[in-house]
Protein backbone atom coordinates (compact mmCIF):
# COMPACT_ATOMS: atom_id res chain seq x y z
CA UNK A 1 0.00 0.00 0.00
CA UNK A 2 2.01 3.13 -1.19
CA UNK A 3 2.53 5.84 1.75
CA UNK A 4 2.39 8.76 -1.12
CA UNK A 5 0.75 8.51 -4.17
CA UNK A 6 0.97 11.13 -7.47
CA UNK A 7 -1.27 11.28 -10.14
CA UNK A 8 -0.94 11.00 -13.51
CA UNK A 9 2.74 9.60 -13.31
CA UNK A 10 3.66 11.16 -16.64
CA UNK A 11 1.91 14.43 -18.43
CA UNK A 12 2.33 15.66 -21.81
CA UNK A 13 0.37 18.42 -22.66
CA UNK A 14 0.37 21.56 -25.07
CA UNK A 15 1.59 25.03 -24.11
CA UNK A 16 -1.17 27.36 -22.68
CA UNK A 17 -3.18 24.54 -21.02
CA UNK A 18 -4.56 23.92 -17.49
CA UNK A 19 -3.76 20.71 -15.85
CA UNK A 20 -3.70 19.15 -12.24
CA UNK A 21 -1.72 16.79 -10.10
CA UNK A 22 -2.96 15.03 -7.19
CA UNK A 23 -1.54 13.95 -4.34
CA UNK A 24 -2.45 11.83 -1.54
CA UNK A 25 -1.00 10.52 1.67
CA UNK A 26 -2.09 7.62 4.09
CA UNK A 27 0.99 8.07 6.79
CA UNK A 28 -1.37 10.23 8.99
CA UNK A 29 1.16 12.99 8.84
CA UNK A 30 -0.18 16.93 9.20
CA UNK A 31 2.15 18.25 6.52
CA UNK A 32 2.29 18.02 3.13
CA UNK A 33 4.83 19.49 0.10
CA UNK A 34 5.16 20.14 -3.44
CA UNK A 35 8.87 19.77 -4.82
CA UNK A 36 9.99 20.76 -8.38
CA UNK A 37 12.88 18.87 -9.43
CA UNK A 38 14.40 20.64 -13.00
CA UNK A 39 16.41 18.81 -15.63
CA UNK A 40 19.73 19.88 -13.31
CA UNK A 41 18.35 17.76 -10.73
CA UNK A 42 17.66 20.30 -8.41
CA UNK A 43 14.81 19.74 -5.73
CA UNK A 44 13.01 22.93 -5.05
CA UNK A 45 9.97 23.32 -2.34
CA UNK A 46 7.30 25.23 -4.13
CA UNK A 47 4.65 25.07 -1.52
CA UNK A 48 3.91 23.61 2.58
CA UNK A 49 1.01 22.95 3.94
CA UNK A 50 0.72 22.21 7.42
CA UNK A 51 -3.04 21.01 8.79
CA UNK A 52 -4.36 22.13 5.29
CA UNK A 53 -2.94 25.70 5.96
CA UNK A 54 -0.19 27.09 3.40
CA UNK A 55 3.24 27.89 5.48
CA UNK A 56 5.69 27.93 2.64
CA UNK A 57 5.14 29.71 -1.01
CA UNK A 58 8.22 29.94 -2.27
CA UNK A 59 8.31 32.67 -5.14
CA UNK A 60 6.33 30.19 -7.85
CA UNK A 61 3.99 32.04 -10.43
CA UNK A 62 0.51 32.62 -9.38
CA UNK A 63 0.10 30.49 -12.17
CA UNK A 64 0.46 27.54 -9.68
CA UNK A 65 -1.99 26.90 -6.69
CA UNK A 66 -2.23 24.39 -4.60
CA UNK A 67 -4.98 23.34 -3.00
CA UNK A 68 -5.31 21.19 0.48
CA UNK A 69 -9.27 19.70 1.14
CA UNK A 70 -8.38 17.84 4.05
CA UNK A 71 -4.93 17.02 5.58
CA UNK A 72 -4.40 13.47 3.68
CA UNK A 73 -4.57 15.19 0.26
CA UNK A 74 -2.39 18.26 -1.54
CA UNK A 75 -3.03 19.12 -5.16
CA UNK A 76 -1.45 20.89 -7.60
CA UNK A 77 -3.18 22.79 -10.04
CA UNK A 78 -1.03 24.90 -12.87
CA UNK A 79 -2.71 27.01 -15.24
CA UNK A 80 -1.67 28.05 -18.64
CA UNK A 81 1.55 25.76 -18.90
CA UNK A 82 4.97 26.85 -20.04
CA UNK A 83 7.68 25.19 -21.91
CA UNK A 84 9.98 26.04 -18.52
CA UNK A 85 6.89 24.28 -16.53
CA UNK A 86 8.58 21.31 -17.82
CA UNK A 87 10.06 18.76 -14.63
CA UNK A 88 9.62 16.40 -12.36
CA UNK A 89 7.19 17.11 -9.69
CA UNK A 90 7.51 15.75 -5.96
CA UNK A 91 4.68 15.40 -3.50
CA UNK A 92 5.72 14.57 0.19
CA UNK A 93 5.20 14.20 3.55
CA UNK A 94 6.22 14.73 7.03
CA UNK A 95 4.65 14.74 11.06
CA UNK A 96 5.59 17.91 12.07
CA UNK A 97 7.30 20.49 9.38
CA UNK A 98 10.23 19.02 7.32
CA UNK A 99 13.22 20.74 8.78
CA UNK A 100 13.16 18.53 11.83
CA UNK A 101 11.60 15.80 10.71
CA UNK A 102 11.41 12.97 7.83
CA UNK A 103 10.09 13.57 4.76
CA UNK A 104 8.25 10.60 2.77
CA UNK A 105 7.92 10.74 -0.94
CA UNK A 106 5.99 9.90 -3.42
CA UNK A 107 7.46 8.85 -7.00
CA UNK A 108 7.28 11.67 -8.79
CA UNK A 109 4.60 13.28 -11.81
CA UNK A 110 6.99 13.87 -14.78
CA UNK A 111 5.35 16.85 -16.61
CA UNK A 112 5.99 17.43 -20.19
CA UNK A 113 4.85 20.63 -22.36
CA UNK A 114 5.29 20.90 -25.62
CA UNK B 1 21.31 31.81 3.65
CA UNK B 2 21.77 28.00 3.95
CA UNK B 3 23.60 26.35 1.16
CA UNK B 4 24.39 23.29 0.88
CA UNK B 5 27.09 21.17 -2.00
CA UNK B 6 27.86 17.53 -2.13
CA UNK B 7 31.26 16.57 -4.15
CA UNK B 8 31.76 15.12 -6.34
CA UNK B 9 28.62 15.44 -8.50
CA UNK B 10 29.70 11.81 -9.68
CA UNK B 11 31.14 8.83 -8.70
CA UNK B 12 32.21 5.41 -10.20
CA UNK B 13 33.77 2.01 -8.25
CA UNK B 14 33.86 -1.27 -8.73
CA UNK B 15 31.77 -3.49 -6.58
CA UNK B 16 33.09 -3.97 -3.56
CA UNK B 17 34.87 -1.17 -2.47
CA UNK B 18 34.06 1.34 0.33
CA UNK B 19 33.59 5.11 -0.45
CA UNK B 20 32.19 8.12 1.32
CA UNK B 21 30.19 10.48 -0.08
CA UNK B 22 30.68 14.18 1.17
CA UNK B 23 28.32 16.99 2.36
CA UNK B 24 28.90 20.27 3.39
CA UNK B 25 27.14 23.34 4.26
CA UNK B 26 27.34 26.89 5.35
CA UNK B 27 25.30 27.82 8.72
CA UNK B 28 25.90 25.35 11.56
CA UNK B 29 22.48 26.48 13.13
CA UNK B 30 20.52 23.13 11.48
CA UNK B 31 18.49 20.92 13.03
CA UNK B 32 18.71 17.96 11.43
CA UNK B 33 20.59 16.58 8.49
CA UNK B 34 18.78 13.91 6.04
CA UNK B 35 20.69 11.58 3.39
CA UNK B 36 18.40 10.23 0.93
CA UNK B 37 18.31 7.78 -2.22
CA UNK B 38 16.90 8.56 -5.83
CA UNK B 39 16.64 5.76 -8.49
CA UNK B 40 16.16 6.66 -11.47
CA UNK B 41 12.41 7.83 -12.68
CA UNK B 42 11.71 6.96 -9.05
CA UNK B 43 11.12 9.49 -6.04
CA UNK B 44 13.59 9.45 -3.08
CA UNK B 45 14.06 7.00 0.11
CA UNK B 46 14.97 9.01 3.38
CA UNK B 47 18.18 6.92 4.62
CA UNK B 48 19.62 8.34 7.52
CA UNK B 49 18.33 11.32 9.98
CA UNK B 50 20.98 12.41 11.82
CA UNK B 51 19.83 15.28 14.33
CA UNK B 52 22.19 18.41 15.17
CA UNK B 53 22.71 16.72 18.55
CA UNK B 54 24.04 13.34 17.08
CA UNK B 55 27.66 12.53 15.31
CA UNK B 56 26.57 9.53 13.46
CA UNK B 57 23.84 7.50 12.33
CA UNK B 58 23.82 3.65 11.39
CA UNK B 59 22.02 1.54 9.01
CA UNK B 60 22.88 -1.92 7.53
CA UNK B 61 26.35 -0.55 5.53
CA UNK B 62 25.87 2.97 6.09
CA UNK B 63 26.97 4.85 8.04
CA UNK B 64 26.42 9.21 8.51
CA UNK B 65 28.22 11.67 10.25
CA UNK B 66 28.14 15.14 11.41
CA UNK B 67 30.43 17.42 12.40
CA UNK B 68 27.97 20.32 12.81
CA UNK B 69 31.34 22.87 13.63
CA UNK B 70 33.06 21.95 10.72
CA UNK B 71 29.70 21.83 8.18
CA UNK B 72 30.29 18.64 6.98
CA UNK B 73 28.51 15.16 7.34
CA UNK B 74 29.74 12.00 4.83
CA UNK B 75 27.72 8.76 3.90
CA UNK B 76 30.19 5.88 4.18
CA UNK B 77 28.72 2.79 2.01
CA UNK B 78 30.75 -0.45 3.29
CA UNK B 79 31.29 -3.10 0.48
CA UNK B 80 29.54 -1.26 -2.42
CA UNK B 81 27.18 -3.48 -4.72
CA UNK B 82 25.68 -2.56 -8.13
CA UNK B 83 22.56 -1.95 -6.16
CA UNK B 84 23.52 0.74 -4.20
CA UNK B 85 23.86 2.92 -7.85
CA UNK B 86 21.52 5.52 -7.40
CA UNK B 87 21.61 9.32 -6.70
CA UNK B 88 22.49 10.43 -3.37
CA UNK B 89 21.34 13.32 -1.80
CA UNK B 90 22.04 15.37 1.14
CA UNK B 91 19.17 17.29 2.68
CA UNK B 92 19.72 20.26 6.12
CA UNK B 93 16.82 21.06 8.08
CA UNK B 94 17.42 25.07 8.71
CA UNK B 95 14.82 27.45 9.32
CA UNK B 96 12.07 24.62 9.12
CA UNK B 97 12.64 24.11 6.06
CA UNK B 98 15.03 21.38 4.06
CA UNK B 99 17.94 22.99 1.81
CA UNK B 100 18.89 20.59 -0.41
CA UNK B 101 22.33 19.61 -1.79
CA UNK B 102 22.26 18.55 -5.86
CA UNK B 103 23.37 14.96 -5.05
CA UNK B 104 26.12 12.52 -6.02
CA UNK B 105 24.94 9.99 -9.30
CA UNK B 106 27.07 6.52 -7.34
CA UNK B 107 27.39 3.99 -10.33
CA UNK B 108 28.97 0.24 -8.80
CA UNK B 109 30.67 -1.43 -11.58
CA UNK B 110 30.30 -4.97 -11.22
Known amino acids: DTAVSQTPKYLVTQMGNDKSIKCEQN?????MYWYKQDSKKFLKIMFS???????INETVPNRFSPKSPDKAHLNLHINSLELGDSAVYFC?????????????FGAGSRLTVL | KQEVTQIPAALSVPEGENLVLNCSFT??????LQWFRQDPGKGLTSLLL???SQREQTSGRLNASLDKSSGRSTLYIAASQPGDSATYLCAVGSNYQLIWGAGTKLIIKP
Open chain 1, 27 to 31: LGHDT
Open chain 2, 50 to 52: IQS
Open chain 1, 92 to 104: ASSQGLSGANVLT
Open chain 2, 27 to 32: DSAIYN
Open chain 1, 49 to 55: YNNKELI
